[in-house]
């Protein structure tokens, strides 16, 4: 695209993204408020690379912020090939638990792909899930997973901040 057509699909999108915000009446219309305020900022953002690069018809190839977030993604994709590699190399070959509650749990860990696992590992996860609830043991493969999820992002140079769960209104401490 050329600088004019740059320019004509900005004008466009901030024209939609006004006209959308006057409309809003419910989720839907929300949604699509955000696709348009995500339209326009990309195509502000493109316009500013072609001003920067000082190109005189956009490029993909020679957009840092595109080379960067391919790069980004190859080495995420790369991180989660090595995890689920492996999980796998740890789970071959290894007999599968009898309990349900014990296969959550090592699959989990497995995910996790921290270490190999060995029989005193399995026969923790058998305790572990004769000792918990369901719902206790899918709330610790949520941990593991995040925690996989977060190490993953280290990996990769991805930053995030972890979430702040707001504690349940019943778990609060009880005033006397």
Do not use: F
């Amino acid at each position: 695209m050329t600088r004019e057509q740059i320019t004509k699909a900005t004008e466009d999108a901030a024209s939609w993204e006004h006209h959308r915000s006057k409309v809003c009446e419910n989720d839907g219309e929300m949604a699509a408020i955000d696709g348009a305020i995500q339209a326009h900022k990309e195509w502000r953002r493109i316009g500013y690379v072609m001003d920067e690069e000082k190109m005189e018809t956009y490029n993909p190839d020679a957009d840092p912020t595109v080379l960067r977030w391919r790069r980004e993604d190859a080495e995420l994709e790369a991180a989660e090939a090595a995890a689920r590699h492996h999980a796998t190399e740890n789970s071959a070959g290894k007999p599968a638990a009898a309990d349900p509650g014990a296969e959550v749990v090592l699959t989990a860990l497995a995910r996790a792909g921290l270490h190999r696992l060995d029989d005193d590992d399995r026969q923790a996860a058998r305790q572990l899930a004769a000792l918990l609830d369901d719902a206790t043991l899918h709330q610790v493969a949520d941990w593991l997973e995040r925690t996989r999820q977060a190490a993953l992002q280290q990996a990769t140079g991805r930053s995030q901040r972890p979430l702040y769960r707001r504690p349940r209104p019943d778990s609060w401490p009880q005033r006397t």
